[in-house]
């Protein structure tokens, strides 16, 4: 009979036999494993508060595109805050925060790409 403590990857394993985690692996990293959400919330608030700040800039160039951008940067970060209060459990909650604040960085991009293109093709007309 073969002793399953010694098996590299058994279910009574010795903690010393236990594989390491990878510190590279997204995974593994201490803001997701672990942390309060203010951790994200702030980095989050400081780049929406950036955003409208250049999106209210914009409004000298055009009215559409910057005062959606100002409405989905808001929505973006409340969308965060409750992010942050729904779950008790840190890694949950720590991805669903970092998957928040990657679509807000996106979108305020995407929004800020777009304002340059309607500048663009419209003064080259």
Do not use: C
């Not at 702030?42 to 959606?68: D, E, H, K, R």
């Not at 209060?85 to 807000?104: E, K, Q, T, Y």
């Amino acid at each position: 009979m073969v002793d399953k403590r010694t098996q590299p990857h058994g279910p009574d394993q010795l903690p010393d036999r236990h594989p390491r985690p990878d510190p590279t692996d997204l995974t593994n990293q201490e803001s997701f494993r672990q942390g309060s959400a203010s951790r994200w919330l702030v980095p989050a608030g400081v780049l929406a508060a950036i955003a409208v700040a250049l999106y209210a800039l914009a409004f000298q160039l055009q009215t559409a595109l910057p005062a959606v951008g100002i409405v989905y940067a808001v929505a973006g970060w409340a969308m965060m805050v409750v992010a942050a209060r729904s779950s008790v459990d840190a890694p949950v909650r720590n991805r669903r925060l970092a998957i928040a604040m990657g679509i807000l960085a996106v979108g305020a991009l995407a929004i800020f790409i777009g304002i340059y293109l309607v500048e663009t093709l419209s003064s080259a007309g």
